[in-house]
């Protein structure tokens, strides 16, 4: 797979997981069953989920930046550095998800190891492309 694909392919997930969280701020979704089953009112839950869109909405950003799609207005360097981090907390996340109280979290233990796995393949695939590394 290409680092364009893979941009593609994370961009079309990240779409889908502020969606979700935004289900989550409008109570279409239950808060229950997210966190870890860990939030303990709609104060936390308001927190947490802007928390997420925002930092969904920033990696966003560094893969279109990345991927070129818009004109860098970060370092590339930045860009990869913030991408080697969101490989460690997405491979944290996968880790916390499998050990969740409820089995609806569970399950977004594939979504974040695959997230973990894309971002390697747009790291390793952009090593050698002019204007990636």
């Known amino acids: 797979m290409n680092s364009k694909t893979a941009i593609k392919i994370m961009l079309w997930m990240l779409l889908a997981i502020i969606l979700f969280h935004l289900s989550i701020i409008l109570k279409v979704i239950p808060y229950d069953i997210t966190w870890g089953g860990r939030l303990k009112n709609d104060a936390e839950m308001y927190v947490f ?61 594939l979504l974040t190891l695959t997230s973990a796995i894309l971002i390697l393949i747009i790291l390793r695939k952009g090593k050698g492309q002019k204007g990636n590394s």
């Open 49 to 109: 989920e802007t928390a997420s869109i925002l930092i969904n909405l920033f990696l966003c950003f560094i893969l279109l930046i990345k991927g070129q799609y818009i004109r860098a207005f970060l370092s590339l360097k930045f860009v990869n550095i913030t991408l080697w981090i969101f490989v460690i907390l997405f491979g944290l996340n996968t880790i916390g998800n499998v050990f969740a109280k409820t089995n609806f979290e569970k399950y977004f233990a």
